[in-house]
């Protein structure tokens, strides 16, 4: 079974511009939760959806960031304008079991913003 | 709120060393306790699990026990192997498990 796939792997931008992040969760699964890694402040949790819609956003740093999951198999998390110190690995995760919390991780999006 | 702490790293070891990474958390009610293993350009990946106190998760060599009198789940291996070498992750899951909370990872290095 494929994993989460995320695109694109690497980034880079130049400050100001639109960046856009997409995912594809794992079929079936019912939670996508967004993560930023960087190594100042390591995993933060930006926002999970539940059948497609935002539960909890409470993790995005501003109002640049935006995140939309249209359907059950496609989410975008969108940074405009993007600045510097966005620079960071954004993961996708999915989620079956609710009850054990297991997170399937995608291999990321390394994110530069000069 | 909840929170996990690790031991800060990086650790390095010499291969068929004992291997301890120090996890403590606080959290209300009755997590589950996980650990996640990011190896280099990857995303992370479930090393083992437990789900109430006194569990032991176990997974490739690694165990961890859930304390609860502790508030502790400590990843611990016998012998360690140069694969091995990677970040290793706390992690808890309250209720309903769907939002989890990652401590600040331990890089581990095993030299041949």
């Known amino acids: 079974d494929a994993g989460v796939i995320q695109s694109p792997r690497h980034e880079v931008t130049e400050m100001g511009q639109e960046v856009t992040l997409r995912c594809k969760p794992i079929?079936?699964?019912?939670?996508l939760f967004w993560y930023r890694q960087t190594m100042m402040r390591g995993l933060e949790l930006l926002i999970y959806?539940?059948?497609?819609?935002?539960?909890?956003d409470s993790g995005m740093p501003e109002d640049r960031f935006s995140a939309k999951m249209p359907n059950a198999s496609f989410s975008t998390l969108k940074i405009q304008p993007s600045e510097p110190r966005d620079s960071a690995v954004y993961f996708c995760?999915?989620?079956?079991?609710?009850?054990?919390?297991?997170?399937?991780f995608g291999e990321g999006s390394r994110l530069t913003v000069l | 709120g909840d929170s996990v702490t690790q031991m800060e790293g990086p650790v390095t070891l010499s291969e068929e060393a004992f291997l301890t990474i120090n996890c403590t958390y606080t959290?209300?009610?009755?997590?589950?306790l996980f650990w996640y293993v990011q190896y280099p350009g990857e995303g992370l990946q479930l090393l083992l699990k437990?789900?109430?106190?006194?569990d032991k998760g176990s997974n490739k060599g690694f165990e961890a026990t859930y304390r609860k009198e502790t508030t502790s789940f400590h990843l611990e291996k016998g012998s360690v192997q140069v694969s091995d070498s990677a970040v290793y992750f706390c992690?808890?899951?309250?209720?309903?498990?769907?939002?989890?909370?990652f401590g600040a990872g331990t890089r581990l290095f095993v030299k041949a």
């Open positions: 079929s079936g699964h019912d939670y």
């Open positions: 959290a209300t009610g009755y997590p589950s």
């Open positions: 995760a999915s989620s079956l079991n609710r009850n054990t919390g297991e997170l399937f």
């Open positions: 959806f539940n059948n497609n819609v935002p539960i909890d």
């Open positions: 437990a789900t109430k106190a006194d």
């Open positions: 992690a808890l899951a309250n209720t309903g498990g769907f939002k989890t909370i």
